[in-house]
């Protein structure tokens, strides 16, 4: 049995642990304030990022399709429920059977609380401000059509489409977000980006600017 004086102790240790991830918390929020950015309560414990996104789909198989053939995500793990999908910067896309987590899941390492979703969903993947055109030659090569974009006034662009669950999926350069500025002015994309990144894609993308947005409705 723990007596007072370690149940203390153990208390003082948490604190101390509480004290110090606030701390840290408090100058992150600090360099962001000189920044002009406003961000988490000071006295949440630290976050690093989003480590999974979850979407929820009729069909494994047809989105798992979907996702590495728009996208080139690797599978990571995959049973009768679920996917899991390797997204960059070490984040994980999971893709899960519509009413398949209802109950409770049994794992060794424990029990996954039961969790589901119904109705259309929205996600958005970051992608570098020079791959914006690159990513709308991709969408019509590959015949998803391109629903909207829009040019943010805080400087980033959005693309919208489908997937095969009508899910509302996002790509969007940087600037949309005051945690996730623009590049400089020096570093923004110009016709001369465009050439040299599209120079080694032209069978791939064989148009050098994407057609007006009325030309995507098609199948």
């Known amino acids: 049995m723990l007596s007072w004086s370690s149940t203390l102790d153990a208390r003082g240790d948490r604190g101390s642990r509480l004290a110090r991830c606030r701390c840290r918390a408090a100058r992150v929020s600090s360099d962001y304030r ?84 119904r109705g259309t969903q929205h996600l958005c993947f970051s992608i570098p401000d020079s791959a914006l055109y690159i990513w709308q030659d991709h969408l019509k090569l590959l015949g998803i059509a391109l629903e909207s974009r829009l040019d943010w006034p805080r400087g980033g662009s959005s693309l919208y489409f489908r997937d095969p669950d009508d899910h509302s999926i996002e790509v ?22 465009y050439d040299d990144q599209a120079n080694g894609d032209r069978d791939r993308f064989p148009s050098r600017r994407p057609p007006d947005a009325g030309e995507f409705n098609g199948d």
Request: aromatic share 8%; hydrophobic share 40%.
């Open 34 to 117: 000189r920044k002009g950015v406003a961000l988490m309560v000071p006295n949440s414990p630290a976050v690093n990022r989003i480590l999974e996104t979850s979407l929820y789909v009729e069909e494994l198989d047809r989105s798992i399709t979907f996702y590495t053939r728009v996208f080139g995500f690797a599978v990571l793990f995959r049973d009768h429920r679920m996917c899991a999908m390797a997204v960059p910067d070490r984040q994980v896309l999971l893709l899960f059977f519509k009413g398949g987590s209802i109950l409770p899941t049994e794992t060794r390492a424990g029990i996954i609380p039961p969790h589901d979703s």
């Open 172 to 193: 969007a350069t940087s600037g949309l977000w005051q945690n996730d500025p623009r590049a400089a002015a020096s570093e923004d994309v110009t016709d001369r980006d």
